[in-house]
């Protein structure tokens, strides 16, 4: 169902005539708890993937803090209080509890913090409707059904959402304005039927890898907009989850500046909502050079650099040492010493490009 050990889930449909959008709220954790929210719908520009939430839960009003597995080393759990969305929660973690979903409390581990959360507290997870219509910028009809249980297809064995009695009751439920001929089938998605049981032993879940390969330059410089690459190399990784912040762990502290060349107005409006740190910006050219950038806050910027890219968006981070723009040669140049990271258009894959020149 996604990419990381499942906690809960959710599908929310809003309808009114022949208006409809359909609302996919996968919550699940790795090394904290996150949220992958998909969206279908006929006023939907892009459907598919919409975000991922990744400020679910959260230890102090901090949401950096997100380490939920320090909650284990506290010596009184049976009352913690931790963030949901900024809110703060109770969340009793007494081996009692844990034993009511059927988990050892020796292992104890994020997913199950987080399924315990869920059950004691079963609407602190989800995004509330105005935010999700807000998000996809569309109407938001009435809510005319709402499941945590369906019949879901397992893609990695080659199912397909054709072949799930929800999902075709669900499609004529949506044609025919009747929300009273779905069937929800064989309903499979207890978090149980989802996680590998190593992930309640063990918390050194598989994480995504990074592969670099030397390539030609080409006509990369054309196609990016970029000058001074003596060096070019193709980055890929062993899947899509949490690439930016692979990234960023490797290169963020070395993040000089930024240029974001998709949907400025987004991102303008974005960053004055969430990065609070000095920066100053080229409006016409999109370039962001940081100043005094909070660590979360810079996470947030590779974060908004890959989802340009996956819109098409010509999305660069500067590394070691400030890009600048050539107006004359209408490239963005990488000073000697320095480096350029660059999501490929389509957010496929990324490319690193350096410049060698010392001098």
């Known amino acids: 169902m996604l990419t990381h050990p499942l906690s809960c889930c959710k599908i929310s449909l809003y309808q009114q005539e022949t208006e409809w959008a359909l609302f996919f709220e996968i919550v699940g954790y ?22 991922g939430y990744d400020e679910l839960l ?5 949401a950096s803090d997100d380490y939920l597995l320090n909650l284990i080393d506290r010596e009184e759990r049976s009352g913690v209080t931790v963030y949901a969305k900024g809110e703060p929660i109770k969340v009793d973690l007494s081996e009692k509890a844990v034993e009511s979903i059927d988990v050892a409390p020796e292992n104890l581990a994020g997913v199950s913090i987080v399924r315990l959360v869920f059950k004691q507290n079963p609407d602190s997870l ?14 938001q009809p009435p809510l005319v059904y709402s499941t945590l249980e369906w019949e879901h297809p397992d893609i990695a064995a080659d199912k397909v959402p054709s072949d799930s009695v929800f999902f075709q009751s669900l499609a004529e439920a949506i044609i025919t304005n009747n929300t009273g001929c779905i069937d929800k089938g064989s309903v499979n998605t207890f978090w149980r039927n989802w996680l590998d049981e190593e992930a309640l032993v063990s918390n050194d879940l598989a994480e995504t890898k990074m592969f670099q390969k030397k390539i030609e330059i080409g006509d990369f410089e054309i196609i990016y907009e970029l000058q001074g690459i003596s060096e070019l190399y193709k980055v890929t990784f062993s899947s899509e989850y949490d690439r930016y912040k692979l990234l960023f762990s490797m290169y963020g502290e070395e993040s000089r500046n930024f240029v974001f060349q998709n949907n400025p107005e987004y991102l303008e409006e974005s960053l004055s909502r969430d990065i609070e740190s000095e920066y100053q910006y080229d409006q016409d050219k999109s ?26 968006g010509l999305n660069r981070i500067f590394l070691y040492k400030e890009g600048l723009y050539d107006s004359k040669e209408n490239a963005y140049k990488i000073p000697n010493g320095g480096s350029c990271l ?9 490319f690193l490009a350096i410049n060698c020149n010392l001098q």
């Open 30 to 51: 790795t090394s904290y708890a996150a949220s992958n929210i998909y969206a279908y719908g006929n006023g939907v520009n892009k459907e598919g993937f919409l975000m």
């Open 58 to 62: 959260s230890l102090s009003q901090d």
């Open 126 to 139: 989800w995004i509330s409707p105005e935010e999700l219509f807000q998000i996809t910028e569309t109407k």
């Open 287 to 312: 370039v962001y050079t940081l100043n005094n950038v909070k660590k979360k806050e810079l996470r947030d910027l590779y974060e908004f650099a890959e989802m340009g890219s996956e819109d098409g």
């Open 342 to 350: 660059v999501w490929g258009i389509g957010g496929n894959e990324a």
